[in-house]
């Protein structure tokens, strides 16, 4: 079945690099997701990797696949207090289009 | 400006009442999501429609229902039935083309008291 897994906290000091990692079941996924949800709020999407790509980056955000071992992570270099927030890695399912959606790393900024 | 709209944003009802929350979207999206949220879980899926008048069960739809009857709009009701009401409530709208991505609302927070 489908299962996507990642720690629940992170805590970094403002300037440093965060990782947050996520390992996922479905070998099928055609893209996989990083989200990232703040107090009370809905997503946001804060970028995404094709299945055959290894790494995307975009600005202070740096995404890893590695498809033999279905790991992803994302690294948020010289992270901000701004950055504090809940991140949610998700994979597509074929079905429908549906998102299977980890936990959630909640990251903890400290001045 | 183009979006998801949920309302209200918070929600009180007392046990055993019915209860609708309200998804809008105006991006021209033909699938539409509810999910739910508890502290310390990911989102889940509760229902899905991927075009006007059809829709799907998600892996928790018991106690729910939903209906789609405009591209627009995709209501999910909260039933008598539902054991744990108490959450937040997502909904999403999904762009057929680049990523596939999901458009997040901003949320309904349902306290059934």
């Known amino acids: 079945g489908e299962d996507v897994e990642q720690s629940l906290f992170l805590s970094v000091r403002e300037g440093d690099s965060s990782v947050i990692n996520c390992t996922y079941t479905?070998?099928?996924?055609?893209?996989l997701y990083w989200y990232k949800q703040e107090p009370g709020a809905g997503l946001q999407l804060l970028t995404y990797?094709?299945?055959?790509?290894d790494m995307k980056q975009d600005q202070r955000l740096t995404v890893l696949l590695n498809k033999k071992d279905k790991h992803l992570s994302l690294r948020i270099a010289d992270t901000q207090t701004g950055d504090s927030a809940i991140y949610f890695c998700?994979?597509?399912?074929?079905?429908?289009?549906?998102?299977?959606f980890g936990q959630g790393t909640e990251l903890s900024v400290k001045p | 400006d183009g979006g998801i709209t949920q309302s209200p944003k918070y929600l009180f009802r007392k046990e055993g009442q019915n209860v609708t929350l309200s998804c809008e979207q105006n991006?021209?999206?033909?699938?539409m999501y509810w999910y739910r949220q508890d502290p310390g879980q990911g989102l889940r899926l509760i229902y899905y429609?991927?075009?006007?008048?059809?829709?799907q069960k998600g892996d928790i739809a018991e106690g729910y229902s939903v209906s789609r009857e405009k591209k627009e709009s995709f209501p999910l009701t909260v039933t008598s039935a539902q054991k744990n009401p108490t959450a937040f409530y997502l909904c999403?709208?999904?762009?057929?083309?680049?990523?596939?991505?999901?458009?997040f609302g901003p949320g309904t927070r349902l306290t059934v008291l």
């Open positions: 991006l021209n999206h033909d699938a």
């Open positions: 998700a994979e597509t399912h074929s079905e429908g289009g549906k998102l299977i």
């Open positions: 479905d070998s099928s996924s055609t893209y």
């Open positions: 429609s991927q075009i006007v008048n059809d829709f």
């Open positions: 999403a709208s999904r762009h057929s083309g680049r990523a596939d991505e999901q458009f």
């Open positions: 990797i094709f299945s055959n790509m």
